[in-house]
């Protein structure tokens, strides 16, 4: 069965770090690249970052660009996302969600989610 | 970047209706549009990409149209299953974002 599932979230004060995981199973994870997106009941669903099959490739929404570092190891079939400088609107659920076709920088459209892990940003 | 409007927010409908709902993009992305479906408690499922593919095990009712600036999700017969919220999302950038959200409901 194929499958993500994110673990790592919790309540952290604001400035603090976090670092999310999302292992993988059921397919070949180095085939596909990966996004993380968040959801929040104000702003909706937001995409944060992507990183291509192999590493090599990172891209980040202006919101979080120099606070959040995207990150896999193709050997362990797991993604990463290292937050930093926290802050109040980062509070969310974070998915880690899959391409529904592979290839090294295929990004678009994504077909397989995890449930999430929530990030609590509060002092 | 991108901003993806939809409309309306929600949608109140019986059993059996068709449901249009419209998304539109403040500028032009060719056909680079998807549509989910969420349930609460629940990932987004992908139902339309490219603007008008079904994706595989989705039913046949739900359709997708459009291209440029203006979308639509169609669900003709509308079923239980069928009340969630529904969102549009653009991917003819790589900071791909989402409209708003479409909320169905049983009238």
């Known amino acids: 069965e194929v499958q993500l599932l994110e673990s790592g979230g919790g309540l952290v004060q604001p400035g603090g770090s976090l670092r999310l995981s999302c292992e993988a199973s059921?397919?070949?994870?180095?085939?596909?690249?990966m996004n993380w997106v968040r959801q929040t009941p104000g702003r909706g669903l937001e995409w944060v970052s992507a990183?291509?099959?192999?590493?090599?490739?990172?891209y980040y929404a202006d919101s979080v660009r120099g606070r959040f570092t995207v990150s896999r190891d193709n050997s362990k079939n797991t993604l990463y996302l290292q937050i930093d400088s926290l802050r109040g609107e980062d509070t969310a659920l974070y998915y880690c969600?899959?391409?529904?076709?592979?290839?090294?920088?295929?990004?678009?459209?994504?077909?397989?989610w995890g449930r999430g892990t929530t990030v609590t940003v509060s002092s | 970047d991108i901003q993806m409007t939809q409309s309306p927010s929600f949608v109140s409908a019986s059993v059996g209706d068709r449901v249009t709902i419209t998304c539109r993009a403040s500028?032009?992305?060719?056909?680079?549009l998807a549509w989910y479906q969420q349930k609460p408690g629940k990932a987004p499922r992908l139902l339309i990409y490219?603007?008008?593919n079904l994706q595989s095990g989705v039913p046949s009712r739900f359709s997708g149209s459009g291209s440029g600036t203006h979308f639509t999700l169609t669900i003709n017969s509308l079923q239980p299953d069928d009340f969630a919220t529904y969102y549009c999302?653009?991917?003819?950038?790589?900071?791909?974002?989402f409209g708003g959200g479409t909320k169905v409901e049983i009238k």
């Open positions: 500028q032009g992305i060719s056909s680079w």
């Open positions: 490219g603007a008008s």
């Open positions: 990183i291509s099959g192999s590493g090599v490739g990172t």
């Open positions: 969600a899959r391409p529904h076709l592979t290839g090294e920088n295929y990004y678009y459209y994504m077909d397989v």
């Open positions: 999302q653009q991917a003819n950038s790589l900071s791909l974002t």
């Open positions: 059921g397919f070949t994870f180095n085939n596909y690249a």
